[in-house]
């Protein structure tokens, strides 16, 4: 299997993000619009990510990434938003669930290091993150060659529409 290697700039996020906070609830009624609820993801949290998020760039919380209710659009509308991962010290079992279904790496990992801006580069199959701009690396546990073919086909729907099944 190829390495998959990622590339962007870090949107730094505290403890605690919770999925109304990434999918402010005021939106539900562009929840059938994904494109549209996109221009407001993470809104309460950082009211310009939205305009100054570009393809690739990474999203860094800290403890308890996507608590709150198990929306779904919620880790959707951060890939649409061109979020190329979300790294955090922990996640909301649902939230993580939900991020690899929909095709967006979610890794846990020692985010503290990480500040607003930094350039990062990860490599998912062997658990390095490269802080570009510190010279600093963080380690992560690599994510399972299972994972990793449903994050390259783009979510388990797709992945199972690949592989007319779930192919490990």
Do not use: W
């Amino acid at each position: 299997m190829e390495e998959k290697i990622l590339e962007g700039k870090s949107f730094k996020f505290g403890d605690d993000i919770s999925t109304d906070l990434i999918a402010p609830g005021r939106y539900f009624h562009l929840r059938s619009n994904l494109g549209e609820l996109a221009k407001h993801v993470l809104e309460d949290a950082d009211p310009d990510f939205a305009r100054k998020v570009k393809p690739g760039d990474f999203v860094a919380g800290g403890k308890n990434f996507g608590l709150g209710s198990s929306r779904e659009h919620a880790p959707a509308i951060i890939k649409l938003a061109g979020v190329g991962a979300v790294l955090a010290k922990s996640f909301a079992r649902i939230f993580f669930r939900n991020c690899i279904n929909v095709g967006l790496p979610a890794l846990i990992c020692d985010t503290g290091s990480i500040e607003d801006g930094d350039r990062l580069e990860i490599n998912l199959a062997s658990g390095f993150i490269r802080n570009l701009d510190k010279g600093q690396e963080i380690r992560f546990n690599p994510l399972p060659k299972v994972m990793i073919k449903i994050l390259s086909d783009g979510g388990l729907t797709e992945h199972i529409k690949k592989n007319k099944g779930f192919n490990l």
